[in-house]
């Protein structure tokens, strides 16, 4: 079991910054690449980023790409979504997410673990 806790979120204006952490317990970190979706009031929840277990390999959605940034640090069991240019409809409940599969995923039925999520508000 990984157990996952997502800390950070909050309310900022447009063209703010944030960044999301997502603190793992339990089975090896380092075994697992992790993901962060959002889900938006009335949408389905949607793929932002994800990293592979050594952190050498990221992948983004194309909504976010150029403004936020993933990352993740081994020692600390800590994976990190910095967000920039924020904008009202980045406004979504994150969730970080864990797989045992070691390059990451886009796809949510690839994750085997999930946080409780943390709520980002972006007001214009």
């Known amino acids: 079991q990984v157990q996952l806790v997502e800390s950070g979120g909050g309310l900022v204006q447009a063209g703010g910054s944030l960044r999301l952490s997502c603190a793992a317990s339990?089975?090896?970190?380092?075994?697992?690449?992790m993901g962060w979706f959002r889900q938006a009031p009335g949408r389905e929840r949607e793929f932002v980023a994800t990293?592979?277990?050594?952190?050498?390999?990221?992948y983004y959605a194309a909504s976010v790409k150029g403004r936020f940034t993933i990352s993740r640090d081994n020692v600390k069991n800590t994976v990190y979504l910095q967000m920039n240019s924020l904008k009202p409809e980045d406004t979504a409940v994150y969730y970080c997410?864990?797989?045992?599969?070691?390059?990451?995923?886009?796809?949510?039925?690839?994750?085997?673990?999930w946080g409780q999520g943390t709520q980002v508000t972006v007001s214009s």
């Open positions: 997410a864990a797989a045992e599969y070691p390059y990451g995923s886009s796809k949510q039925d690839e994750y085997d673990y």
């Open positions: 339990g089975r090896t970190f380092s075994r697992y690449s």
């Open positions: 990293i592979s277990m050594s952190g050498s390999s990221t």
